[in-house]
């Protein structure tokens, strides 16, 4: 069952899909609008997840659960997993590829390969000051206290000259 996001409290299980590129003002609509109906069905062993579903920073797509109500399983997780690679299918982007870090600074996105990531830092196109996008958060609270982090207190900070 579909609610809206602020609707849901800041203890609901979130799972956070970075988007491969911005996505354009009529692409978010519609991913919203096509989510939302995914939501409206999508159950746990049958029992329907008070859920939402949200876009920050035209790039990262945001699946949220209420868990107090029903947890989502396995088979539920898999469901919603389905779901998002038929959005990587009809609007050409990847949401599942945990291959790329997001940074954000002066109010644009940037996603730099893992692989490259020491050598950006080295080279000074990635700073300890820049701020890095947390995906591995699982609570809504953590997208207002946790997800965004000084790149230089990320797990890569070790790269940064002390």
Not at 21 to 39: A, S
Not at 47 to 72: G, H, M, R, T, W
Not at 123 to 137: E, K, P, R, V
Request: proline residues 2%; glycine residues 4%.
């Amino acid at each position: 069952m579909y609610v809206s996001f602020d609707q849901l409290s800041d203890e609901a299980r979130i799972w956070v899909y970075q988007a491969s590129r911005p996505l354009q003002e009529k692409e978010q609509v519609m991913i919203l609008q096509k989510t939302q109906v995914f939501l409206e069905t999508w159950a746990s062993h049958g029992n329907p997840l008070q859920c939402s579903v949200s876009i920050y920073y035209d790039q990262l797509l945001i699946l949220a659960v209420e868990e107090k109500f029903q947890n989502a399983t396995g088979c539920a997780i898999d469901a919603s997993t389905h779901f998002i690679r038929e959005l990587e299918q009809d609007f050409q982007i990847a949401l599942l590829d945990r291959t790329r870090i997001a940074f954000r600074h002066d109010q644009t996105n940037s996603l730099v390969p893992l692989d490259q990531l020491k050598a950006a830092i080295q080279q000074g196109t990635i700073l300890a000051d820049m701020l890095t996008f947390d995906n591995t958060i699982t609570r809504k609270k953590a997208l207002t206290d946790g997800w965004l982090v000084r790149a230089g207190d990320a797990w890569f900070g070790k790269y940064f000259d002390k």
